[in-house]
């Protein structure tokens, strides 16, 4: 497809699972983002990833969380030992070009932790 | 002081109504500003962007007072489709890719 696709859409685990969430970004885009949005609540950043630089992971709220973006494309982010807290919806988003600001967000992956 | 802050709402208005909501922002070097739109349960699509000192796109005004650090939006004669959540984000522009940082966003109720 055209837009940003993002796997699975909804996911429910049970506390202390692990869980990997996925993120294929429009073809070509460079930056890659991660955002956490918890019900009612506004977009919290987690991790940018941009072209071959190191990621910028000022976001992530703890070191249960891991994010990878393989050969420049799709991302993974992996939440280990999920606690209850981490509930939420996970997007991600890709952009074209630094100046443009324009993200353009994938539908999400919305994590249950019973 | 957070580097982006936006009154939560919610706004209610009724259809017809004219309706601005500011966002601050404390990042005196962002140039550029994009207001997105988030319908419930929806992801954020952008709305507009802001290169200079304000843009117009039919009902929707975004103007920017950079001496105050915030930028507005104006919404005229409101739909009921206006109801929705409104993200501000600013970008320190001309720098290359940088992380984005939304504001909490404003909550829009319009209603008959």
């Known amino acids: 497809g055209a837009g940003v696709s993002q796997s699975p859409s909804n996911k429910v685990t049970e506390k202390g699972k692990d869980v990997e969430l996925r993120c294929d970004p429009i073809?070509?885009?460079?930056?890659l983002y991660w955002y956490r949005q918890s019900l009612g609540q506004g977009l919290e950043f987690l991790i940018y990833?941009?072209?071959?630089?190191?990621?910028?992971k000022s976001g992530l709220p703890s070191d249960r969380f891991s994010a990878e973006r393989t050969g420049g494309s799709v991302s993974t982010l992996t939440i280990q030992r999920t606690q209850q807290e981490d509930s939420a919806v996970y997007l991600c988003?890709?952009?074209?070009?630094?100046?443009?600001?324009?993200?353009?967000f994938g539908e999400g992956s919305r994590l249950t932790v019973l | 002081r957070k580097e982006v802050e936006q009154d939560p709402g919610p706004f209610n208005v009724p259809e017809g109504a004219t309706v601005a909501f500011n966002c601050t922002y404390s990042n005196s070097a962002s140039q550029s500003f994009f207001w997105y739109r988030q319908d419930c349960r929806k992801e954020p699509k952008l709305l507009m962007s802001v290169y200079s000192s304000g843009n117009e796109d039919g009902r929707f005004t975004a103007q920017l007072n950079r001496a105050s650090q915030y930028i507005s939006l104006l919404i005229r004669d409101s739909k009921l489709s206006d109801s929705a959540t409104y993200l501000c984000?600013?970008?320190?522009?001309?720098?290359?890719?940088?992380?984005?940082?939304f504001g909490t966003g404003t909550r829009l109720l319009v209603s008959p």
């Open positions: 073809s070509g885009h460079t930056a």
């Open positions: 988003a890709s952009q074209a070009g630094a100046n443009t600001g324009e993200l353009f």
């Open positions: 984000v600013p970008s320190r522009a001309n720098t290359g890719f940088q992380k984005l940082v």
């Open positions: 990833f941009q072209g071959n630089s190191a990621p910028d």
